[in-house]
Structure formats: C-alpha cells, structure tokens
C-alpha cells in the first residue's frame, strides 16, 4: 500500500468517526449549556419542529462577550468625567461584575445578568437601571481588589484553569487571599468566588487543589451573617455552595480509589506547618478508603466502602473511646455498615450522624456506585434565605450526604440520619413543635419533602432528632417558629473616602472666608470712621449675604443633611433650606446690582449732586426684598424642584436647591438678568468717567474714581467668575472648573478682607494705631518732622531764591 493511499484512508476513518457536527458550518453548531452535548442544527428530524433547540445554544455563543461601559463615582462634589469601564465576559445565566471593581454602599457589585436569547447568549437590557455610581475608595480594608485582579485573570485567559500548575496557582492564591486577617469580606468577593468555583468546574477535577477550596469555604462560612444574607441576594451563596459540592463529588476516584485500599499510606495527616497556612488538616486514610479534610466549621470525608466497609461518619462535641480527635475541637468515629442506628443514637455527646446500613449499601452497590461523601457544615451560614419571613429555621449542624452515580440522587431505601437538637443547649423563645422536623435545602428554601422525622410527643426536648431520607442533599433539623429577618437592602457595609483634596479646599476656603468676614465686621466696629462711610456699608450688606450663604452651604444645607430629610420625608425643611440657599444667593446678587447701581448715579448722572437722605437704607431694603419674590415663587409654585433627586442623593451631590424650570426661572434668571445689567452698567460706567477725566477733574477724585473702578471689577470677577466656573463644572466640563469654583466660591470672604482691610492704606494705618500706637505715634512725628524739613528747605531755598 502506498503512503498516500494511507493517508487517504486515515482521513476518511476519521471522517467516519467524527460525530456529525464536524461536518457542521461553524455557525449553525448547537452545543447544550453543559458544552458537553454538541449537535448541528441542520438536524431536524431528531428534533421535532419548535421543540428541537430547547436548552441548546449556538457553540460560538456560550457567553457574553466583554463590553464597554460607562458610570459615575459617587464623590462629594459631582466632578468627575464618567468612567470608561467594561463589563467582564460571563456564561449564560451568571450575573458578570465589572472590570473595574464596582461597588455600592453595602458592599454590593453592580451586575449585569448575561441571558439567553434566540439560542444566544446576549447582555440583559441596561435602560432599566438607574445611572450606575460606585465607590472609588472607601475605608475599610478589604480583599475586592485582589480577587477582581484574579477574577480578571482566570477570565482573560491570562491565568490559564487548564492546566494543572496554573490551576494550582489559582487556588493558592485565592486562599492566601481570604486568610488575610487584617481584611473584610463584601458581598462581591463571595459572588466572585461562586463564579470562579465555576470556572473551575468547567475544567479537569483535580485533588491537588480541594484543601484551597475548604479554606475559602470555610473564611467565607466564618464571615459576618449581612454579608452572607446581602450576597444571596444574587444568588451568590447557593451558587457557592453547589460549586463547591460538585467539585467535591467529582473526586473520590482520585482520593479514595479501590487500589489503595490496604496500601501503607506514607503521609496519613497534614503536618502543623500545612494547617497553619491552608487553615484545613487533611487525612489521608485511604488504606481504610477514607480521606478527610477537616475545619472548624466545615469538613469533607470521601468513604470508599470497599476498603473497610465504612459507609458512614458520626461527629461528636466529646472525646470518648475510639473517637478520632481533631484539633478544629471535636471528636468523630467512622461507620461501619453493620453498626446499629438505635446504639449510635444513645452514645454520648453525638452531633450529627449518617451512615448507609447493609442493605441500602448492598443495593446501592448493585447500581454501580462506589464512592460516598459527608460535608459537615457547622452552621446554616451558607444556606441563606432571602424571604424576610420564615416559618422555621435550622437549628442543628447540617449534613450533607452525596453519592456520585445514583440516578436523580433517589435512594432505593431510606437512608438514616441523626442530629443533635440544639434548641436544647440554646432554647429559642419563638419555637414551635408544629413545623419542627428534618428538611433538606433545596437552593432556595428549607423543605422536608421525602424527609421524614421519627416520631416523637415533643420534637423540641428530643435530644437527638432521628430522620430517614428518600434522596440526598443537605439536611438540617429545623424548628418550626416565626422568624422575621430585618431588610439589609440599605444596610452600609463600606464608607467612602470622600474625595479629600476638594473637601480640604472647602473646609480651609469656608473658615478662611468666615475669618475675614469677621475681621471686616471687627474693623467696622472697632473704628467709626470707616463705619460711617456709605461704601463700607454697602460693604457690611454683602458679608452678610456671603456669611448666609457660606453657613447655609457648608453646615446646614449639605448632602448629609438632605438624604436624612428626603428619606425621613421632611420635604418642608428640604423646600426651607433650599430656598433660603436660593435667596442667599440671589441677595449676593441684588447687592452687585446695588453697588452698580450707585456708582452709576455718583458718576454719570449725578455727579456733585447730595444723594437722598437714608440712602443706603432703602438700598438695603430693595437688596434684602426683591429676592424673596423668586424664591418664594419656586417655593410656592414648585416646592418639589428643591427636592433632590435619587441619582443626585447617591451620587452624594444632592442638596436641597431648585432644580429644573425652578433653577433656570429662580436662580439662572435673575443672576444672568443682574450679571448682564451690571456689563452694561459698568461699560457705561467707564466710558464716561474716562471721557471726563480727560476733561481734568481735581487730582484727588480721579484717584478716587479709579479705586471705585477697580473695586467693581474686582467684585464683579470675584462673584461673577465664581458662577462663571459653578456653570462650567455643572456642565461636567472637567475637574479643574470643580477646583476652581471651589477656590473662588469658598475664598470670597477672605478676598474682600484683603482687599477693604489689608490692602486699604486707611484701614491699615487705623489697625497699626490700635495695636501698636507708640510705633504709630513715632511715624507721625516722623512725618511731621519731614514735613517740616520739607517746609523750611523749601522756605529756604525760595527765600534764598528771593
Ligand atoms: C489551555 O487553553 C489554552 C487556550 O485557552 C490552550 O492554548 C492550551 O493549549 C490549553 N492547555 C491545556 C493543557 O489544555
Ligand atoms: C465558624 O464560624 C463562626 C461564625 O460564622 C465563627 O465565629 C467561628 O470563628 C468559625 N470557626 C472557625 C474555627 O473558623
Ligand atoms: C441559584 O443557584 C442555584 C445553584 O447554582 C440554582 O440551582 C438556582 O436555580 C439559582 N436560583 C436562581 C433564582 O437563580
């Protein structure tokens, strides 16, 4: 035979040996949601028409696929440009989390379930949120980030689960992890740990790595009951937990194979060094068929029942003859299958038990099964129930019985099981007899169909609660009550750090700003002179709105504040404080108008003219009334435009203040009305001062003049720029306008002090003669000695003139 006609031949074997779907077109190959079950869709007639491609999904489209995406950071001051994220890969019915770790205040992920439609799977609909905010730092310590750089890994394909080094990695890493003391777990670590359980699932069993797994469980079993209850809100513990059964039940063949039975085991138990880094002491007793992995709070044994014929495991809280013991403190003795249920139930100090008797072994046996497996949990931490009400509730260890290849986990005979009553030890004030008895968790709630408990007058002073089961899965004594469970769904589990720098330049511009409101105050009662003049106030009028404005901002009206009021459903006080923002505000304003105003009839119209009597008086009275039309028409008109909204509150930047046609008509208005009329007025202003000072006015009143004029424009960049910036960094225009309108609106006080204190050579040399008047003295007889000399050169050189 010729080598090509080899070649031929073998290609064509192959080709018959392939399954159909090779020859499939890529596309139009069906594959089941398992991956296991492959099929082309050409294939009718095996599939009656409508019926032929339920639970079958196109192979090319197992998952949804990563995607781009883009959210806010709750911050203190809304200043951030939304954040470019992605949502990671995930399996058809998994709930993905984000690339950048994303969380709420209780330590939720925000998630989006990836679904199956038309046989594909595809990303569920986003219009239906609200806008998505995280933290972008918050106080606590907590492993989030670690196991989201992992998470990433695994699913990028960056860590390989393949093969076994890399899945060994994996684990190790995922346990180092976990046993980080100094942390706290969220919510979005166990749905990310349920998910990379799964990950695991879809690859190759290996032994090696099992210990890690009872490590994680057991931190995750260990950690606060919110956090747990809060998770299962996404279904995160149960997926947990059958994760972490199923690895365990795919196993036994290689812990506990039939060859090793009888065989010298050269290594039976985890030395101290392994159980202080993994937290699990493992067994090896595989001579006898068993192999163990045991913790606190949750243990493992694989039975073999060929080896030695134990087909069971009972635990106990004492140590006694012939009780194993474990340093995680308790006792445990293997059952034999020949052992006498009613003797067992009479021992001393008996947790829990379960074991298969001969003839349910026997029978059993004869449909193929080989392997056993016993999870003790501690405590119900992982079957956790998301209805708040509850009829019942475990109040025992819980047992959980496996035996891989028995068809639908149906039991030939009923298999036995005993729990300890701990209503005993810890009586429970709601406990009821009816509704008390064994039930099995079937991945949502407690149930005790194909359970049954024996008999009893009073299950609830029973010691030992004696049960019998049709089918297996993880059973607990449950004691039957009302047991209501408080909503944690706003429960906080994490605190933000707020962004800091802002909060920094708000707290020092505000105190800064009051200081020198009070030193303008102080020089105005301290020295009449001043006092008296009109400018100084006008001067007086403007702190003053400004000292409103800055209280009310930073002390009463702030985000704290507002949730409280929103969420007590104070909306009077919320409409209160948002208008007295408003009108504060607006006040500021009128009083820019005022000064504007004033300047106008001093140096355009009336010049030299007397001004009215009172004056200022009646200046104030407009400045402080005219105000109090806007705001108490938002207020009267649309009190719920100063009602935040709920976007606004959790992105922290709610406050009570109008919003909507309220803003535009009762803030935005008015401000742009007096911030144009102003322009126009200063323009005017200055264009004919400048066509008069060249006509010569006296020296002294140009100064004058130009000190007024540098005042406006001061005042008028120094309000007006401020709103300019407030406008800007509304608009999302970028962080700097935030740091900016934060410097300016914050500082404004401080300004004003400079500029009419500080930099006032009157005021100056006032405060120089309050606090040191000797050195002020001096200056004077100084001056006056120059002056003199002055004089009497000048007298000298014009006499010597003459
Ligand atoms: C693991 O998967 C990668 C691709 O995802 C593949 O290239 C590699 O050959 C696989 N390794 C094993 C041992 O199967
Ligand atoms: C078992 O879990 C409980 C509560 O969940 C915890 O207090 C305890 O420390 C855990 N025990 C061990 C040994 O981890
Ligand atoms: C939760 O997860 C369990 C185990 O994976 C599954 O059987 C159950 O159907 C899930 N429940 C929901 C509501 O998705």
Known sequence: MNFDLCVKLFFFALALASPVYAKCPKERQLCSQSGEYKHCEEEDERYPAGTKKTNLIYCDSMFCEPEGFQHDYITRNHDQTPHQNKWKRAKIGERATLHDVCLLRNGMPVTRECKLKDYRAEWEATDQWDPVVCLRRFREQTISEDLNTLHDEVLEGRRRTNDTQGRREMTGLMRTIFRQRDRSLLPVDVHMTGQMFGALMQQDKDAAVIVDLVSVCKEIMSCDSQVLRLSAQLNATNTLLNQFENYMDALPQQLVPKEQCGKVVVKPMSDEAETATTG??????????????????????????????????????????????????????????????????????????????????????????????????????????????????????????????????????????????????????????????????????????????????????????????????????????????????EEVLITPINEKVLDIISI?????????????????????????????????????????????????????????????????????????????????????????????????????????????????????????????????????????????????????????????????????????????????????????????????????????????????????????????????????????????????????????????????RLWVGLICPTKMKMDVQKRTAELQSMTTSSTNYTSRSH
């Open 280 to 489: 699990v002491e493992t067994y090896n007793l595989s001579d006898i068929g068993i192999q163990a992995l045991i913790t606190g709070n949750i243990s493992v044994f694989f039975a073999n029942p060929e080896c030695d014929f134990i087909t069971g495991i009972a635990i106990f809280s004492a140590s006694a003859e012939n009780r194993r013991a474990s340093p995680s403190g308790f006792w445990y003795r293997f059952l034999r299958f020949s052992e006498d249920l009613d003797k067992i139930k009479r021992e001393s100090d008996l947790e829990t038990a379960a074991f298969l008797p001969e003839s349910l072994w026997k029978d059993v046996k004869g449909k193929g099964v080989t392997y056993l497996i016993f999870k003790i949990y501690a405590h119900d931490a992982l079957f956790v129930e998301t209805s708040l009400q509850r009829s019942r509730r475990p109040r025992s260890k819980v047992i959980s019985i496996s035996i891989p290849g028995l068809e639908n986990n149906i039991l030939p005979q009923p298999l036995p099981f005993l729990l300890r009553n701990e209503n005993l030890r810890d009586p429970d004030a709601n406990a009821l007899t009816s509704g008390s008895g064994c039930g099995f968790w079937n991945y949502q709630t407690w149930s005790n169909e194909g359970v049954t408990t024996s008999n009893s007058s009073n299950l609830l002073k029973d010691l030992i609660i004696e049960c019998h089961t049709d089918h297996l899965t993880q059973f607990a004594f449950l004691v039957g009550g009302s047991y209501r469970t408080n909503d944690l769904g």
């Open 508 to 764: 020092v511009g505000c105190s800064l700003s009051l200081l020198g409101i009070l030193g303008i105050f102080l020089t105005a009662a301290i020295f009449k002179s001043w006092r008296s003049q009109a400018s100084t106030k006008v001067l007086l009028h403007l702190c003053l709105a400004m000292c409103l404005q800055m209280v009310l901002f930073v002390f009463l009206n702030t985000d704290d504040v507002s949730e409280k009021l929103v969420t007590n459903g104070d909306t009077v006080r919320c409409v209160a404080l948002g208008a007295a923002l408003q009108y504060s505000i607006l006040v500021l304003f009128s009083w820019m108008l005022i000064i504007a105003f004033l300047q106008f009839q001093r140096y355009v119209t009336v010049i030299g003219i007397e001004r009215p009597p009172r004056y200022i008086l009646k200046a104030a009275i407009v400045a402080w009334a005219l105000p109090l039309v806007p705001t108490l028409l938002v207020a009267l008109i649309d009190p719920d435009s100063y009602i935040p909204t709920k976007a606004q509150l959790s992105t922290d930047t709610g406050i009570c203040y109008p919003s909507g046609y309220g803003l535009i008509f009762g803030v935005v208005l008015p401000v742009s009305m007096i911030t144009v009329s102003n322009l126009v007025i200063f323009v005017y202003v200055f264009y004919s001062i400048s066509h008069s000072l060249s006509q010569s006015i006296h020296k002294s009143e140009k100064k004058m003049v130009i000190k007024q004029i540098r005042l406006s424009i001061m005042l008028f960049f120094l309000l007006g720029l401020t709103w300019i910036f407030g406008i800007f960094a509304f608009m999302q225009a970028g962080v700097a306008f935030s740091y900016l309108f934060c410097i300016t609106a914050t500082m404004q006080g401080f300004v004003m002090f400079v500029y009419f204190v500080l930099l006032d050579s009157a005021n100056r």
